[in-house]
């Protein structure tokens, strides 16, 4: 059960777009369409923003967007705004009914 | 409105017990598969345990298989973390988080309680 790896940072200017991606192995993201990204503010609960590889929920903007390809899955953020300011997690469904986290990354807007 | 409220925590010596409890309301709550996620101050989160609808099936992260229990009460709406031989380790904030339709994500999350293991 280790970790999903993510870049600790990622930054981009307003109106960017920037991309952060989650590393897993065969027996998670890449055996499953499983992944889901949070996002969470300094201390405050997670928010679900994506879910089941590239699904949004009601409310979430669609300048959020993700993707998968083999073993690596990334969300990408479009039109980047101050708001989005925050720790972003992936977590993928690991087997065994047992669920694996990103090591999460620190949006910066610049 | 969906709301989870978590309660419980606090500061505990190492090689002792704790409850945490998640008060759940504004959705028919034994529809849904539950979990505890935490997060050690500063770090990421890290799922920790899952309990199904009626409580039968239980499932844990290896780091607390053996000491922690999960399980629920339909009858009031609430999710339970017994957690036993607690290691400074263990110093986190638990969050209780539902599952969502479909399954194998957390849709709506507690604002979670803090877990301190310390002598």
């Known amino acids: 059960q280790s970790a999903l790896t993510q870049p600790a940072s990622v930054s981009g200017s307003p109106g960017q777009s920037i991309t952060i991606s989650c590393t897993g192995t065969?027996?998670?993201?890449?055996?499953?369409?499983?992944v889901s990204w949070c996002q969470q503010h300094p201390g405050k609960a997670p928010k679900l923003m994506i879910y089941?590889?590239?699904k949004r929920p009601s409310g979430v903007s669609n300048r959020f967007s993700a993707s998968k390809s083999g073993n690596t899955a990334s969300l990408t953020i479009s039109g980047l705004q101050a708001e989005d300011e925050a720790d972003y997690y992936c977590?993928?469904?690991?087997?065994?009914?047992?669920?694996?986290f990103g090591t999460g990354t620190k949006v910066t807007v610049l | 409105e969906v709301q989870l409220v978590e309660s419980g925590g606090g500061v505990v010596q190492p090689g002792g017990s704790l409850r945490l409890s998640c008060a759940a309301s504004?959705?028919?709550?034994?529809?849904?598969?539950m979990h505890w996620v935490r997060q050690a101050p500063g770090k990421g989160l890290v799922w920790v345990s899952r309990?199904?609808?009626?409580?039968?099936?239980?499932s844990y992260a290896d780091s607390v298989r053996g000491r922690f229990t999960i399980s629920r009460d339909n009858t009031k709406n609430t999710l339970y973390l017994q957690m036993n031989s607690l290691r400074a380790d263990d110093t986190a904030v638990y969050y209780c988080?539902?599952?969502?339709?479909?399954?194998?994500?957390?849709?709506?999350w507690g604002q979670g309680t803090l877990v301190t293991v310390s002598s």
């Open positions: 309990v199904t609808t009626a409580g039968t099936y239980t």
């Open positions: 504004g959705f028919s709550f034994s529809s849904y598969w």
């Open positions: 988080a539902r599952e969502g339709s479909g399954g194998y994500h957390f849709d709506f």
């Open positions: 065969s027996s998670d993201v890449g055996n499953y369409n499983l």
């Open positions: 977590c993928s469904y690991a087997g065994d009914d047992t669920w694996v």
């Open positions: 089941e590889g590239t």
